[in-house]
Every structure is written in C-alpha cells, then in structure tokens.
C-alpha cells in the first residue's frame, strides 16, 4: 500500500521501549471532580475517546460550550469517566501537566498529566539521542520539556544566539545593538571565533517559536557546518545532524476567523530554505504528532494503562477519534486504523527502517475518525481547509514526506461539535445518553 511508504519516517524510532509517560499532575487552585478513580465499574467499556484539544474543546482560552455538554455525559454521577479518554493535542509549547490543569479548569472535571499528550510526547521513545548534546527550537518551557522527554543536554536558540551573537543579523536593531556591544568588549576586528563552545549533535524541533528567522538561520547554521556554527565548513556535510521534529501541522485554528500557522508552516520554510542551499533533502530521524502512527500508538497505550487502572478487564477494541483537521486528525486516525487492520490480518507493518521496535501487541482493532465543525474544518466556510462536502479535490495542507491520499481525508462521521460526536458513540455502543 502507497501511504505505507510515505509514512516510514513518521514510525522510525530506534529502540522503542514501549513504555507511557507517567508524571504528577500536581494541581491546584479550586479542587475539579476527578474523572475516573481506580475500582471497579458496573459496566465495563470496550471503547474510548482520543479527543483533540484546538478546535473540538477550546478556541484559544475559551471553552466551546458543546464541550461542557459532552463531559456531562461522558463522567458519571460519582465524578468518574464512564470510558477511557485521552486528549491528543498537537501543542507542544507547554508542559504536560500544565496542559492537565488547564483542561481541568475548563472542563470542570480533573484531567491528570498521563491522559494528555503532546506533540512531543513519543520523543521520550527515542532514548538514543537522550544523551547526546542537542539544540532545541521553539517557546515557553523549551528546556523544561526536552528535559522531561529525556534529553539530559540541551541547549536553546537563545543560548547559542549569546554564544555566536554575530550569527543573528537579520533584526536590524538587533544587528546595531550587537555591533555596538562587540566593539564595546574587544579592540579586535573582527572578534575571534570560540572555541570552547560543545559541538551540538542535533536538533530538536519542538514546536513554532516566536521568532522565526532566528530560529530558521541558526538551526541553518548547525546543520550546515555539522554542529559548530562558529567555524563554518567549506562543504555541508550530508547526511546531516539528526533532526527530531513534532507537531506537522499547517495551519490550527484560535479566536480568529481564519486558521493561524502552525509548526508545520515553519518546518515547510526550514525545509525549502535547506532545499535551496544545499540542493538537497532535509531528512528527519523522527516526526511524530498527528498524523504520525507512532502518536497514535502511544495514545493506544495510555487508553490500556488507564483502562487497567480502573479494573475493566475487557480489552479496548475500539478508538474514537474526535478532531477538527482533516489532515491532522482525520489522516491520522484513518492511517492508524489502516495500520491496525493490516496488523490484524498479515501482522504489524515495519513502519520504519533501521533499529527494532518493541512494543505490546495493539489490542484495538479499529480507530474511527469524527470531524466536528468547531474548528479548522467548516463546510459553510468557503475558506475552510476543505471544499464544501461533495465539492472538488482540496488542498494537500499535509507534510512533505506524507503521500497525498484523499481518501484518508474523509471522516467516518461528520457532526457539528464534540457534543454530537459522544452522542453519536453512545448509541453506536448501545450506551445510555446520561
């Protein structure tokens, strides 16, 4: 099958050693009814929910109100979900517990740090680069998080920025302050390069920072002269540094009208600039986030773990997933189930070359896909990322090393919000619209 192929990259992950991220949610503020409890249920599911966050729960910092609606159904009287649910969030420039907290305060039902995941999250599987020395690109808690996935020597954009300050021109003002400082602090022209700086051994790619073309020429940099930005290197070495990239998507819907750019824009600019330097491919050891089967492999395993942890002895067989992108989320979810299909009858497909995978057997034989119009995707929109149902073919938005597939565009259900979406589950499963 074409998409197998396409995908290869998006699997890769040397030494996996299947194992979920467990962390405490460490909340405060007004106490938030827990939404499950380990013991025993009355009636055991064999089914859960992987929910998109951006554009099925909140726009922005607000809530959408079916939201509210929907996890009055999904919790019970006594505060417990009444099925496992796991929020799959392209995100990545926050914390995984304060993602929890955040979902908790505006979903009034706690939501604990080993029920989200972030874009990032698989990168805890690629324990090989954990202890290598590695450049990481994007905002807010950069270096908390790579640190949290595992990776124990890190060094941010801004810190190489203040070790190589004349790598950094493109801000004229910028450009001015540092002239003005050099000259300040040494008599020679130009400053000597340093030396006593650590090679840099990869780049983490952890989602969009603020300002991009710092970000875009230093990364550039690196690459270019295998990790010593200081020197330079006559010829780019090729194959390059080890990149590991999350979050892919294009574009991701807040409070405005319109769609905003996402990590996948900038990954499409540091790509063609590479293109258009070098003359060659930028290739990745790792990309994970939705629509990469790796994420969906991991959010499969966080529904198991949670699922054990309230007693229910049936086997999850089946996945719902809930999202607004149809090249995120609805891709996605139709590639995993594809992929749980074949490995149902011919076994699990290698998704990536070289290296072994370890994990358990998946247990779900099939992930559903349900887009909702609360967020990228809106067929009254002329402007949506999709034509209006039955309309022409629409734009690929999708990553480069993605095959265009428009049948894994088209969602098994569409409904309106997340609301409808529970609904639409519960009488699927024969479950009592509480």
């Known amino acids: ?32 009814r827990r939404c499950y409890a380990v013991g025993p249920a009355q009636s055991p599911p064999t089914f859960g929910f992987l929910l998109d966050i951006d554009g099925v729960l909140v726009r922005g910092h607000r809530v959408i109100p079916a939201a509210l609606k929907a996890f009055r159904r999904l919790v019970n009287s006594q505060g417990q979900l009444r099925v496992p649910v796991v929020f799959v969030t392209n995100a990545g420039n926050i914390l995984q517990h304060s993602k929890a907290q955040e979902l908790s305060a505006l979903l009034g039902c706690e939501v604990d740090a080993d029920q989200v995941i972030l874009s990032h999250s698989p990168m805890k599987l690629f324990s090989e680069y954990h202890e290598k020395r590695m450049l990481v690109s994007g905002q807010g808690p950069v270096m908390e998080n790579a640190q949290g996935l595992g990776f124990r020597n890190v060094v941010t954009v801004d810190e190489l920025r203040m070790a190589f300050p004349l790598l950094d021109m493109v801000d004229l003002e910028r450009r001015l302050k540092t002239t003005r400082f050099l000259m300040e602090q040494s008599t020679s022209s130009p400053p000597l390069p ?32 295998n990790g010593s930005p200081g020197a330079g290197l006559a010829t780019p070495p090729y194959p390059h540094l080890p990149v590991l990239a999350s979050n892919m998507d294009l574009l991701w819907m807040a409070e405005a009208k319109m769609p905003r750019f996402g990590h996948g824009t900038f990954l499409l ?149 997340v609301n409808e979406a529970v609904q639409l589950v519960f009488r699927k499963e024969g479950w009592a619209l509480e």
């Open 194 to 225: 340093r030396n006593d700086f650590p090679r840099i051994e990869g780049v983490l790619l952890l989602g969009e920072p603020v300002r991009w073309e710092t970000s875009l020429q230093l990364i550039m940099d690196v690459l270019l002269s």
């Open 269 to 417: 600019c540091l790509e063609t600039i590479y293109q258009k330097v070098t003359g060659k491919e930028l290739r990745y050891e790792g990309l994970m986030g939705k629509p990469s089967i790796l994420t969906y492999q991991y959010a499969e395993d966080l529904i198991r773990r949670q699922a054990e942890r309230r007693g229910w002895a049936a086997p999850i067989r089946k996945l719902y997933a809930v999202g607004d992108n149809p090249m995120s989320d609805v891709y996605g979810a139709n590639l995993f189930h594809q992929y749980l299909q074949k490995a149902t009858h011919d076994g699990a497909p290698e998704l990536g070359a070289g290296g072994t995978r370890q994990q358990q057997p998946s247990a779900s034989q099939s992930c559903i896909s349900i887009l909702v119009c609360t967020g990228v995707y809106n067929p009254r929109n002329p402007q949506s990322t999709e034509p209006v149902l039955g309309g022409g073919e629409p734009p690929f938005h999708g990553h480069r090393d993605l095959c265009f597939s428009p049948g894994l565009m088209e969602a098994s259900h569409v409904v309106n919000d």
């Open 1 to 32: 099958m074409a998409a197998w192929g396409c995908v290869a990259a998006l699997g890769a992950a040397r030494g996996l050693c299947w194992r979920a991220a467990r962390a405490a949610a460490g909340l405060q503020g007004r106490p938030a």
